[in-house]
């Protein structure tokens, strides 16, 4: 089944979508040039002109820019239209350093919408659906977003917000959602509250739109088992509007990038040099149709690869695999690189929930990685003598895995706090005490 919401965007030719690329990147540059000081600096620094870029070919000769940038930046420096013209901010959770702020003018909301719009329909949604958002609204892109994507399209829609569990499935039962819009990890634990409630039965979900976070083939199958639905990938992130920068397919092959709206390019993190197609390294975004917050070579720290393989979807959008990590998530433990995502593929593979915790420490100079792992119910009520037998099997899993000793201790079911939006799954006490 062919679900698109702009067919003729969505299924363009490669051509058609090199001019639009072309057109609206030399536009955006001279917008930005003209109306953000900013960044003409960073351009003059590098000795280029808007002149010098004449088509997408040229992108490469453009200044990348940093979060760093954007908190140098905070909060008006990037702004590329008079506040007057602007409708809406919205703002990443600023957990690791000064807050970054998004604008929006009322232009850049209708593309966003249309963005999360086409998410929705790739998932199998129509104007005769109910979209559940439990997503958070206010600040956070999630909500706001999949909302206006689900408005753009027609369908009804439920702004739930994040939290309070009971009424997110008492709605779910009494409106028959059809569609669930959420974290994973928030999917995941709204998938468990169910089942113990013995309500499977009366939801009728079908189909679930979950990112913001990284999560696991393993997950996916999970949640999909646990609630009898299709549960699709969705990416995006603040600085470039939200959700729907990309989204999955029915195919299921990585997600496709709005590239009428942005143009990506997969750069090796050390020296920035561009990497050919289907190379792994860090996503940079280039913003083509923004009039308020236009991004012009942003890097993501996400680590993707990209595929520009036919889709049997018909879409002709290339396709960016789930982020493999962040150049920044990654931990670095007695020098070996450990990304969370391996430890979670470990305990999906073995019959774990996917409610864990990574703690890092550092004892007499030597980094300790311990996860902590919740046990199902039923592992739960096993003798002393197998949980123990559990524990040395995870140990053993993960060196395999990771190459380095990891301390695992099983604890009990719920005992690890839930998230309502993004989990915590990391503790670097390293970090916190120097
Ligand atoms: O998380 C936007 C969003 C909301 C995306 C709802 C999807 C659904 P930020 O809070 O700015 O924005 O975080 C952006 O989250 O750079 C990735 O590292 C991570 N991320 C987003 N989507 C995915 C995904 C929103 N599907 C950062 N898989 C990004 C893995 C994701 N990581």
């Known amino acids: 089944m062919k679900n698109y919401f702009q067919p003729e965007i969505e299924t363009a030719s490669h051509e058609q979508i090199k001019a639009w690329q072309d057109e609206r990147l030399v536009k955006t540059v001279h917008h930005v040039y003209q109306n953000v000081p900013y960044y003409r600096h960073l351009m003059e620094q590098k000795g280029v002109t808007p002149e010098d870029i004449r088509s997408r070919d040229d992108l490469y000769k453009l200044p990348f820019l940093t979060k760093d940038d954007l908190r140098d930046a905070y909060p008006y420096g990037l702004l590329a239209e008079p506040l007057s013209n ?23 909301i209708d593309l966003w919408d249309e963005c999360c719009a086409r998410a929705i329909v790739a998932a199998g949604g129509t104007r005769d659906d109910v979209v559940h958002v439990c997503y958070g609204y206010g600040l956070f892109t999630g909500g706001p977003g999949l909302n206006g994507g689900s408005h753009k399209l027609g369908s009804l829609t439920l702004p739930m917000s994040s939290g309070n569990t009971d009424r997110q499935i008492q709605f779910m039962v009494d409106l028959g959602s059809t569609i669930l819009c959420c974290t994973p990890s928030y ?28 999560w696991s083939e393993e997950m996916r199958h999970d949640i999909e088992n646990k609630l009898g639905i299709k549960a699709y990938d969705i990416y995006g992130l ?16 990585g997600m496709h990038i709005n590239e009428d709206h942005f143009i990506a390019e997969i750069i090796d993190p050390k020296t920035g040099e561009v990497l050919p197609d289907g190379e792994k390294g860090e996503l940079v975004f280039t913003s083509i149709t923004k009039e308020a917050f236009p991004l012009i070579r942003y890097r993501t720290r996400d680590i993707c690869v990209l595929n520009r393989e036919p889709c049997p979807c018909g879409r002709t959008h290339v396709r960016m695999s789930k982020p493999l990590g962040r150049s920044d998530d990654m931990l670095i433990v007695k020098g070996v690189n450990v990304f969370p995502s391996q430890i979670e593929t470990v305990l999906l593979n073995k019959g774990y929930p996917a409610n864990y915790q990574i703690v890092v420490s550092r004892e007499n100079n030597t980094d300790k990685l311990e996860v902590m792992v919740e046990m199902t119910p039923e592992m739960f009520s096993d003798a002393l003598s197998q949980v123990s037998a559990r524990e040395k099997e995870l140990v053993d899993a993960m060196k395999s895995m990771l190459g380095i000793y990891v301390q695992v201790r099983l604890v009990a079911p719920k005992s690890i706090t839930r998230s309502e939006g993004k989990a915590v799954r990391i503790i670097d006490k390293r970090k916190i005490y120097g």
Not at 238 to 253: L, N
Request: with cysteine; charged share 20%.
């Open 86 to 108: 602007c409708v809406r901010i919205q703002s990443t959770s600023g957990t690791t350093g000064r807050r970054v702020v998004a604008f929006y003018t009322q232009h850049d």
């Open 187 to 214: 999917a995941a634990y709204l998938a468990e509250s169910i089942i113990e409630r013995g309500l499977r039965d009366q939801i009728k979900l079908k189909a679930g739109i979950f990112g913001a976070e990284a």
């Open 238 to 253: 603040t600085e470039i509007s939200g959700p729907g920068v990309a989204f999955e397919c029915s195919d299921q092959h």
